[in-house]
């Protein structure tokens, strides 16, 4: 995760270094903040929704999150929330969006290259559908604020969110103490 992390910033910088793009603001405000944490909660929702009703994003989204949140202790859940939520916002929607254009455009080529980066293997393709459609969203909200606040508090939010409550679900429960007489 710090490698991917890690890698993905220095692919911005790579790509800003070749073509210096303009890069978008972090407004720090109270709304804008409120924002970014509405629709954290809003794509969380949103991909429970999917996640009863789409039965091949279920077993997709769980691979994925089993690959990913397995290996990791709870207090890792942090890092996953921050460092994730802010290389690849940097990356997708801080760069590569404007360097493809503000409009239509960049946000499709974007939020594709996002979903793509979270394909671990053939059958993945229903989470990449679903990382494509908060990729555009995620975008969006950049496009209509110019704020790359918004999307990262977002990203950090669904991330935390989803993964605790994945990891709540899937860990095991605690071994009951022996009853002494």
Known sequence: MGVTAVLLLVAAKIWRYFDPVPTLPFVWDVTQVTIGIGLGFGITLASAVVYQLWPKYRESAD??????????????LIWLGLLPGLSEELLFRGVMLPAFGLNIVGLIISSICFGVLHMSGRNQWPYV????????????????????????????????????????????PPPLEKVQN
């Open 63 to 76: 691979l994925y999150l089993k690959l990913i949140l397995s290996p990791l202790f709870w207090p890792d």
């Open 129 to 172: 559908v679903w990382a494509t459609a908060v990729g555009m969203l995620l975008g969006y909200s950049v496009i209509l604020t110019g704020n790359l606040l918004i999307p990262v508090i977002a990203h950090i939010v669904t991330n935390l969110i989803s993964s605790i409550t994945w990891k709540f679900r899937h860990s095991d």
